[in-house]
């Protein structure tokens, strides 16, 4: 069984300004974990993900997340926010496997980022 | 860039009716599946889709729902008859491989049973 967890439902931070957005997750085996970005009315958006490969991914729109297996966590952070960074984001892992499994997506609850001048 | 297409945006159903949701996969992709949101919880998965039969199903996916593709470019999602908690918005999403390619969402169908 697989589960993700996001601190903060809402996280505001000024223009400029890092961006941390936490999750934590939890695999019976080794996960897959993505990020995905949702803006208003549009679909989810793959920002990035990892596969057992480098522990630091990077993503579009200048977005990383650091893979930490000791802490089971899958932090997303960008050095300066903009504007157009306001969105929903959300965390979500998969298990490896054939088939369908890599799509088979468990979610977190989702934390809104606000941006503000 | 190829996109998933989901129709219409908004249904809006009385209970009991049967209501099918309709997707447009990105042509060469072989994998499909649906989730949906409920407001305020989380996107959830329903069910996957591969060679023309279901791989994978949740504990949500029950008789009363079911996909098809019918014409090897749609993929349909089919609610029998409505519940006020089927209200949500419902996400079909494609991939062409395993893990090497990302899976890719449409806009969503915000289904609205009263």
């Known amino acids: 069984a697989q589960s993700v967890t996001q601190l903060g439902s809402h996280v505001s931070v000024s223009e400029g300004a890092l961006v941390l957005l936490r999750c934590n997750y939890s695999?019976?085996?080794?996960?897959?974990l993505f990020w995905y970005v949702q803006y208003p009315n549009q679909g989810l958006q793959l920002l990035l993900k990892?596969?057992?490969?480098?522990?630091l991914v990077k993503g579009i729109n200048g977005f990383e997340a650091e893979f930490k297996k000791s802490e089971t966590s899958f932090h997303l952070t960008k050095p300066s926010a903009h504007m157009s960074d306001a969105a929903e984001y959300f965390c979500?892992?998969?298990?490896?496997?054939?088939?369908?499994?890599?799509?088979?997506?468990?979610f977190g609850q989702g934390t809104i980022l606000t941006v503000h001048p | 860039e190829p996109e998933v297409t989901q129709t219409p945006s908004h249904q809006v159903t009385q209970m009991g009716q049967e209501v099918i949701l309709r997707c447009v996969p990105i042509?060469?992709?072989?994998?499909f599946y649906w989730y949906r949101q409920i407001l305020g919880q989380k996107v959830e998965f329903l069910v996957s889709?591969?060679?023309?039969?279901?791989?994978?199903k949740s504990e949500i996916f029950d008789d009363q729902f079911s996909v098809e593709r019918p014409d090897g470019s749609n993929f349909t999602l089919k609610i029998r008859s409505t519940k006020l908690e089927d209200s949500a918005m419902y996400f079909c999403?494609?991939?062409?491989?395993?893990?090497?390619?990302?899976?890719?969402f449409g806009n969503g169908t915000r289904l609205t049973v009263t």
């Open positions: 042509s060469n992709h072989l994998y």
């Open positions: 979500a892992v998969s298990a490896p496997g054939g088939g369908t499994s890599y799509g088979k997506l468990t």
């Open positions: 695999s019976s085996v080794p996960p897959y």
């Open positions: 990892y596969t057992s490969a480098a522990t």
């Open positions: 889709f591969y060679n023309n039969e279901i791989s994978e």
């Open positions: 999403a494609s991939g062409k491989d395993t893990y090497n390619s990302p899976l890719h």
